[in-house]
C-alpha cells in the first residue's frame, strides 16, 4: 500500500518536472525567437545588399597607373601593371609568403590586377594608388596604420596584416570593361 | 527607520506613504563615514556629476545633431557656429568625455593603492570595472558621430578588431556596421546606443552606490571601522569637503572648455569622414592610447585582441589575485613601491599608443605589456608570500587623534 502510493507519488513528480522543464523550454524558445529578428535587423538590409556592383572603364587607364572605385563603400583598386610588375609578381617565390598565392590565381587578364583596397589587418587605405605614394618595400602598397607591406599582386610580404590584399569577384565585360560584385 | 524627523506637513504626509525622505536622511545625511578619508575619495562623487553633466549636454547637443553620414559632419559645425550656445555646449561634452576618463582612473587607481577592491567590496569593484567598460563603449560611439576623419577611421580600426575572431569574425563585423564598410547604417546605430548606454551607466552606478553603501567607505589606513568613534556623518562633513572638491574641479574643467577647448582632441576630426583616404597617423582618444599600446605591441592580429581586452578583463578578478589581507598600500612596503611602478608603466603605455608602431616603440610596448600582466597575474598572487606588511592600527581614532603615526599607535597597544 504505502510502497503504492509512493510510486504514484513518483510518477506524479515526474509529470509535474516533464511540465516545468517544457515550459521552460518553450518560453526559451520563444524567447530566442523573439530575439532573432532584433539582431538581424543589424545585418545588411536589402538595399544595401542591392548596390552591390559597379562597373569600370578602363580604357583611359595607361601602363603604370591606377584608379581607385568606390564598391560597397570601400576603395576598389585597379593598377594596369607594367611588364616589369607582372614578372616580379609571376616570379616571386610562394613559399615564404605569409599567405601563398600565384599571381596567376589573383587575375584574370594580367595586366589588371584588381583588389579591395582594404588592409587585411585593421581595415586602412593602403598607400600606393597615386604617383607620389609611398608604395613599400615590394613595390605593391603600403599600409601606414600598422605598416603592412604588400606586393605588386597584392600578397602581403611583411607587417600585422594576416592575409593578401582580397580579390573581389569581378568580370570583364569587354576588353576594357569590368564589372564588380 | 526613525519616524517624525520631519517638521513640514507635506513633507511628512508623502514620506509615510513613500519613504523617500527617510531614505535619503538615512543614505546621505546619517549616513557613516570613516573619519580620515582624504581627498582621493572625492573622485566617487565627481564621477557622478561628470555622469550627468554627460547626460544633459547629450540630451541637449542630440537636439541639434542629425545622425546622417550626409549631414553629420555639418550638422556638429552648425551646432559650433549657429545654434546659441551650441559651441559652449559641445565643449563641455567634447571636453567632459576627457574629464570623465581622468576622474575615473583617479578613482580606480585609489581603489589600487588603498586595496578598496579586497573583501567585502569585490562586488563594488566589479561594478566599477563594467562601467568602465561601458564608458569606454559608449565614448567610442560618440567620437564616431562627428564623422570627422579619426571618427571614422576610429570606428572602421576598431570595429575590425572583431575580424580576428576565428571563423565568424567577418560575419560580426558586416553585422556591427549593418553592410561592407563603416557607413551609414553604422553611425545610426552608434547614435542610438550612444544615447541609450549612459542611462544604462547610470543603472549600474545605482547598484554600485547600493553595494557602496552596504559596508561602507573603505578608508586611507583601511581598516575596518569599529564604531562610531571611527565615523563622522556624511552631512555636512563630506557633503561640504565634495562640493569643495567639485569648486576645484570646476575651475580646472572650466579653464580647458573656455581656453583649451581641442587641447585633447585630434586636428584630423575637423576634416569631414572619407572612406577612400586613410590619415597617416591614426589615434584613439588619449584615454584609450594604453589599451591601443598593448593591441599593437603584440605581433599577432588575434593575439593582440585578446590582449588588449585581458588588460580590462585581468581587472575583475584581482579581488582574488590579490592574496594579501592588508588593505592599505600604506602597510605594504613592496606593494606600495610596485604601485608607483604600475602607474608608470600605464602612463608609459599611453605614451607608445600615441607613437608609430615602429622600431624602439614597439620593443618598449612589449615590455611594458608584459609589466602590466606581471603586476597583476604573478606579483598580486605572489607578493604576500615574501613582503612583511607593518602593523596595522588598532582602530581608525587611534591614530587620528593621537595624531601619531600608525607605527606608534601600534607600539601603544603594545604597551597596553
Ligand atoms: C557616459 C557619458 C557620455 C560620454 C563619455 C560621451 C562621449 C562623447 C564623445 C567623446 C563625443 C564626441 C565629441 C566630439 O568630438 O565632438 C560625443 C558626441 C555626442 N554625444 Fe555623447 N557622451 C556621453 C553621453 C551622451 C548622452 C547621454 C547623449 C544623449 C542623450 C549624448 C549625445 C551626443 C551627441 C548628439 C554627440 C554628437 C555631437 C558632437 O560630436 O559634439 N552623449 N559624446
Ligand atoms: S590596418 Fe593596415 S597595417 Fe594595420
Redesign the interface.
Known amino acids: 500500500m504505502s510502497t503504492k502510493s509512493k510510486t504514484k507519488k513518483n510518477k506524479d513528480e515526474g509529470k509535474r518536472d516533464f511540465l516545468v522543464v517544457s515550459t521552460y523550454a518553450m518560453a526559451g524558445i520563444g524567447a530566442a525567437s523573439f530575439a532573432w529578428p532584433l539582431?538581424d535587423q543589424?545585418?545588411?538590409?536589402a538595399d544595401?545588399l542591392a548596390l552591390?556592383s559597379t562597373e569600370i572603364d578602363l580604357s583611359s587607364l595607361e601602363e603604370g597607373q591606377a584608379i581607385?572605385v568606390?564598391w560597397?563603400?570601400?576603395?576598389v583598386f585597379v593598377r594596369h601593371r607594367t611588364a616589369e610588375e607582372i614578372k616580379n609578381a609571376q616570379e616571386a617565390s610562394i613559399d615564404d609568403m605569409r599567405d601563398p598565392e600565384k599571381d596567376s590565381d589573383r587575375v584574370t587578364n594580367e595586366k589588371y590586377i584588381v583588389l579591395v583596397g582594404?588592409c587585411t589587418?585593421?581595415?586602412?587605405?593602403p598607400l600606393g594608388q597615386k604617383s607620389g605614394d609611398v608604395k613599400g618595400q615590394y613595390g605593391g602598397w603600403f599600409c601606414?596604420?600598422?605598416?603592412s607591406h604588400y606586393d605588386h599582386s597584392g600578397r602581403i610580404r611583411k607587417g600585422?596584416?594576416?592575409t593578401n590584399l582580397a580579390v573581389p569577384s569581378y568580370e570583364f565585360l569587354s576588353d576594357t570593361l569590368i564589372k564588380i560584385g | 527607520m526613525s519616524k517624525a524627523k520631519f517638521k513640514n506637513p507635506v513633507v511628512k504626509w508623502i514620506d509615510h506613504r513613500l519613504p523617500i525622505f527617510s531614505f535619503m536622511d538615512h543614505e546621505l545625511n546619517h549616513y557613516p563615514t570613516p573619519k580620515n578619508l582624504n581627498y582621493f575619495w572625492n573622485f566617487g562623487s565627481l564621477a557622478g556629476i561628470a555622469l550627468v553633466t554627460m547626460i544633459i549636454t547629450g540630451i541637449v547637443l542630440s537636439m541639434n545633431y542629425t545622425a546622417h553620414v550626409d549631414y553629420a559632419f555639418d550638422s556638429v559645425e552648425r551646432i559650433m557656429r549657429d545654434v546659441n550656445h551650441g559651441w559652449l555646449i559641445r565643449y563641455i561634452h567634447m571636453n567632459g568625455a576627457s574629464f570623465f576618463f581622468i576622474v575615473v582612473y583617479i578613482h580606480i587607481f585609489r581603489g589600487l593603492y588603498y586595496g578598496s577592491y579586497k573583501a567585502p567590496r569585490e562586488l563594488l569593484w566589479i561594478l566599477g570595472v563594467l562601467i568602465l567598460l561601458l564608458m569606454m563603449a559608449t565614448a567610442f560611439m560618440g567620437y564616431v558621430l562627428p564623422w570627422g576623419q579619426m571618427s571614422f577611421?576610429g570606428a572602421?580600426?576598431i570595429?575590425?578588431?572583431f575580424?580576428a575572431i576565428p571563423l565568424v569574425g567577418e560575419s560580426i563585423v558586416?553585422?556591427?556596421?549593418?553592410?561592407?564598410?563603416?557607413?551609414n547604417?553604422t553611425l545610426n546605430?552608434f547614435f542610438s546606443l550612444h544615447f541609450v548606454l549612459p542611462f544604462v551607466i547610470v543603472g549600474v552606478v545605482i547598484l554600485h552606490l547600493v553595494a557602496l553603501h552596504r559596508f561602507g567607505s573603505n578608508n586611507p589606513i583601511g581598516i575596518d571601522v569599529k564604531g562610531t568613534q571611527d565615523t563622522l556623518p556624511f552631512n555636512p562633513y563630506y557633503t561640504i569637503k565634495d562640493l569643495f572638491g567639485l569648486g576645484v574641479f570646476l575651475t580646472i574643467f572650466a579653464a580647458a572648455v573656455f581656453f583649451f577647448p581641442n587641447f585633447m582632441g585630434h586636428p584630423d576630426n575637423y576634416i569631414e569622414a572619407n572612406?577612400?583616404?586613410?590619415p597617416?597617423?591614426?589615434v584613439p582618444e588619449w584615454y584609450f592610447l594604453p589599451f591601443y599600446a598593448i593591441l599593437?605591441a603584440i605581433?599577432?592580429?588575434l593575439g593582440?585582441v585578446l590582449f588588449m581586452f585581458g588588460s580590462i578583463a585581468v581587472l575583475f578578478v584581482i579581488p582574488w589575485l590579490d592574496r594579501s589581507s592588508v588593505r592599505s598600500s600604506q602597510f605594504r612596503p613592496i606593494f606600495k613601491i610596485f604601485f608607483w611602478i604600475l602607474l608608470a608603466d600605464c602612463v608609459l603605455l599611453g605614451y607608445l599608443g600615441a607613437m608609430p608602431?615602429?622600431g624602439i616603440y614597439v620593443i618598449l610596448s612589449r615590455i611594458a605589456t608584459a609589466y602590466y600582466f606581471f603586476h597583476f597575474l604573478i606579483l598580486f598572487p605572489l607578493l604576500p608570500y615574501i613582503e612583511k606588511t607593518k602593523p596595522l592600527p588598532i582602530s581608525i581614532s587611534e591614530p587620528v587623534l593621537s595624531g601619531s603615526s600608525p607605527a606608534s599607535a601600534f607600539a601603544f597597544r603594545e604597551k597596553k
Open positions: 539582431i543589424m545585418n545588411p538590409a544595401t552591390a581607385t568606390k560597397r563603400g570601400k576603395p582594404v589587418h585593421l581595415g586602412c587605405v601606414p596604420c600598422h605598416g600585422p596584416a594576416p | 577611421w572602421t580600426v570595429t575590425n578588431l575580424s558586416t553585422w556591427l556596421w549593418g553592410g561592407f564598410s563603416v557607413d547604417s546605430r572612406p577612400m583616404v586613410t597617416a597617423h591614426i599593437r605581433p599577432d592580429k593582440g608602431a615602429e
